[in-house]
Each structure stands twice: as C-alpha cells, then as structure tokens.
C-alpha cells in the first residue's frame, strides 16, 4: 500500500470531486492518476500544507470510457443550469465519441463560453484512469492541523509518494480516527449554497 500527498491548490469541489457518494478524483494530478492502484491513500493538503482537505483510499480505477456510462456516475455530469454548485462542478467532463476521442463538457476546466480548453483536456486525459475512493474524509475549507507526526506528507509541488513503513503505518494510525464523509465545505464555494451537503 502506498500514500500519496499533495497540495490542492483550488479547493472549489471539483478535483477532488466529493459528492453523490462518492469522492472521485477524474481531473488534474495525472501522474498520481496514472500510478495509484486500489488500496493505496491519496491525501490533499492545503496550500501551505498546515491542513488536510482531504484523504481518500482508491476502491476502483476507471477509464474515461467506464465513468461516462456507469449510471451512478451519471450524477457527477456537469449541469451549467442547475442552481446547485455540487451539479455544477461535477468532474464527470469527457463524453467519448469513439476511436479514443472524447468532448469536453462545458465545466471547471473548459473556457467560460463553453468551449474546450485543449491543454487542460490533454492534461486531464493524459491521467488515463480516475479514481473512486471506498472509504473517504472530506473537510474542505474546515479541515483539521496537519500533525506534528504527519508534517513528513508536506511537499511543495508535484507529490510525494515515497515513504517508509513506520510512516505509511503512521498515517493509516490517524486516518483511521477520522470521520468519514463529506465533514465541510470546499474553501471555493457560493455563500448560501448547500448542496456540498449533496449524499445521493
């Protein structure tokens, strides 16, 4: 089992993806997508790397093909006309058309007139898989100190995934203490708005 770390540099609910009951993450951080394999943690901290956003243990690893047209997936498709930002932000972008081409839905990472930011779409792609958490905390904007034990996960850009056994046992010691769920609100989220509370 590994653990990943990193910072989440925009914390809006999108990458990470945290609700209709599953946490996803389908977008950015291609290399961890590429190379975590189920049972491994993936952990994301603030900017400064002083708080937990959020940790997830990989329970599937999925093609672009295989999110698209799983049906309890269908929630996480983005809708720019709902009035709830958990639909709006949903992470669920790339409709394939076939031959390994795929759309890229109006969302978090196309343009604002809709319209398809290649790099993004080739950055995104090029992760290969997403990942589904089976077991998850997210804590958005109210997420607990990091630690003293666990500052060993800090990093400043990219990831770290190169730990030791003492270390691994250290985070899964913690984790395993936290609450699971959706715990708070992404710090990036519309006043007055509570559908982060979104469970189904």
């Given amino acids: 089992m590994r653990v990943y770390s990193y910072i989440v540099t925009h914390d809006s609910g999108f990458a990470p ?4 009951g599953h946490l996803t993450l389908a977008c950015c951080k291609p290399n961890i997508r590429q190379t975590a394999q189920v049972g491994d943690w993936v952990i ?18 999925l093609s672009f093909e295989q999110y698209w047209s799983a049906p309890e997936f269908s929630p996480k498709k983005p809708d720019t006309m709902s009035t709830a930002a958990s639909i709006q932000r949903g992470d669920n972008i790339y409709e394939p058309l076939g031959a390994g081409d795929f759309r890229q839905l109006p969302s978090r990472h196309s343009y ?8 993004q779409k080739k950055r995104d792609l090029g992760g290969f ?4 958490a ?15 034990a ?11 995934c190169r ?4 270390q691994v046992e250290t985070f899964t010691h913690w984790v395993a203490g936290q ?13 007055g708005d509570e559908s982060w509370r979104a469970r189904v």
């Fill in 129 to 132: 898989h997403m990942l589904v």
């Fill in 112 to 119: 604002k007139d809709g319209s398809e930011n290649i790099e």
């Fill in 134 to 148: 089976g077991e998850f905390e997210y804590f958005g904007g109210a997420g607990p100190d990091l630690p003293r």
């Fill in 163 to 166: 730990f030791t056994r003492e």
């Fill in 44 to 61: 994301g901290l603030s900017p400064h790397g002083e708080r937990v956003v959020y940790a997830m243990r990989v329970a599937n690893r």
């Fill in 179 to 191: 609450p699971r769920g959706i715990r708070g609100r992404p710090t990036d989220w519309p006043t």
């Fill in 17 to 20: 993806n945290p609700f209709h």
């Fill in 150 to 160: 666990l500052a060993f996960l800090k990093i400043g850009r990219g990831h770290r």
